[in-house]
């Protein structure tokens, strides 16, 4: 995922209707109506957010009878995941270094009282 993926993936998901959207997937497969229900927007709306979603290639679908099915794209899931996990990679790394650095650090020798 180039760069710009990650800005237009991460964009998508900053709209608060989107990202409902797009978690109401996680349940699994669902139809544009059965997305809409109890959201605040029109079944068009919801379809103009799924579009941005399988843009973003956060979705897909397939075609069932005369409807669409949309559902997580575990493909576009996956690369969002790898560039999020770099981060995770990156901090343990700099936490391993300075574990490492604080270790190899001649110890500080304790002054006995003096009477």
Not at 53 to 69: D, M, P, S, W
Not at 75 to 104: H, I, M, P, Q, Y
């Amino acid at each position: 995922m180039a760069y710009s993926n990650y800005a237009k993936t991460l964009q998508c998901l900053s709209d608060p209707t989107r990202r409902q959207v797009f978690e109401r997937l996680r349940a699994g497969p669902r139809s544009v109506g059965a997305l809409a229900r109890g959201l605040p927007v029109s079944r068009p709306a919801v379809s103009q957010h799924l579009k941005a979603l399988k843009n973003a290639g956060l979705v897909t679908h397939r075609a069932e009878g005369t409807r669409r099915v949309y559902y997580i794209d575990p493909a576009g899931l996956g690369e969002l995941r790898r560039w999020l996990d770099g981060f995770w990679t990156d901090a343990l790394e700099s936490f391993k270094s300075e574990v490492a650095a604080a270790n190899a650090a001649p110890k500080r020798k304790k002054h006995e009282p003096h009477d």
